[in-house]
């Protein structure tokens, strides 16, 4: 087993399968979202022929959402998993929530909750796209102060509930819609579906992976993503590669890799945000060039799949640096005589 290539293959960062941005959200399942400008290229590398254009008619549109849910992070979900996957990780996610505003001193009473959630919706609902300035005015108009922080709880709690998700896509600001008039609605999906759905679509796009990344990735409780797998069947397999247990699908993507490729990769990206362990792609004396232990992730230059650099994506000249001397670099020595 080469988990390298497997890896690029199936996250679709080599011979992508899809022209649509939504299509791509909708097979991955949820994609990282942290960094507003840079999600977009997260999604656009994956597709035959990336357009920001693309993305952001699937985003206007409401194909593609954007909401505070898993590990109380930034997604991005397809319009079509949105109801399910709120079900599904929405109550572990809000628990986490009210853990770090415990940590930060921070309560939130449900008589305040309810009152500001119902401004914000108003607000959103009356504007369509309601940036934060607009529900910041929005809440002084009715006699309600509160810092950034706070707000900023109050916003994640409602994207979380289903009240709001995203509105128009703008270039560097966030806006928020209705859920309700974003998103059509859908049947309650039973727990056991739910679970098979977001199962397959982690593995299908992240294979092979380990039990302990799902449960990272995913947020849920390790009872419910072993019993993910479980309903998978036979249709998921487990493969033992230097002492570790990987688990593949039955239509694993094998073929389609070629050498000597590079890859720019945005920070927050799944190709290392959706595993517990990264060393397979990341070299464990590099790691701190590609996140630091709270959770910061930096653009990184792949080659062949492993990560070997880092780049700036928002200056003019795209600056690039290597972890190594170049000329130890494996596409430098391949090029000695």
Partial sequence: MNPIAIRLLNQQLVAPQFSDPAEVVSYMGATQAQEYRM???????????????????AFDSGRIIRLHLMRGTWQLVAAEDYWMMIGLCAPKAIAVTKGWMSSNKISIPDEELMRVRDILAQSAADLGSATKEDLVRALAEKGISLDDHRLSYHIRMAEMS????????????????????????MAKMDKDEALI??????????????????????????????RGIALLGDTIHMEKWKG?????????????FRKGKFLLIPPYDEYLISYKSRDIVLPLEHRHHAHN???????VIAYDGTICGNWSPFRDDCQ??????????????????
Wanted: hydrophobic letters at 35%; one cysteine or more.
């Fill in 162 to 185: 289903g009240t709001l998700c995203s509105g128009e896509l703008l270039p560097m600001k966030a806006t928020y819609a209705l859920a309700a008039d974003k998103v059509k609605p």
């Fill in 293 to 299: 232990n709270s959770g910061i992730f930096q653009p």
């Fill in 244 to 256: 570790r247990e990987f688990y593949l699908t039955d239509d694993c993507r094998t073929r389609g």
């Fill in 197 to 226: 759905r977001f199962t397959r679509k982690y593995f299908q796009s992240r294979q092979p992976a380990t039990l302990e990344d799902f449960v990272w990735w995913s947020g849920l409780n390790i009872s419910d993503c072993r």
């Fill in 39 to 57: 999600m977009r290229w997260a999604v656009e590398m994956r597709t035959r022929r990336p357009s920001a254009k693309a993305f952001k008619q």
């Fill in 320 to 337: 690039v640096s290597f972890f190594e001397d170049e000329s130890n670099l494996p596409w430098r020595r391949s090029s000695v005589p």
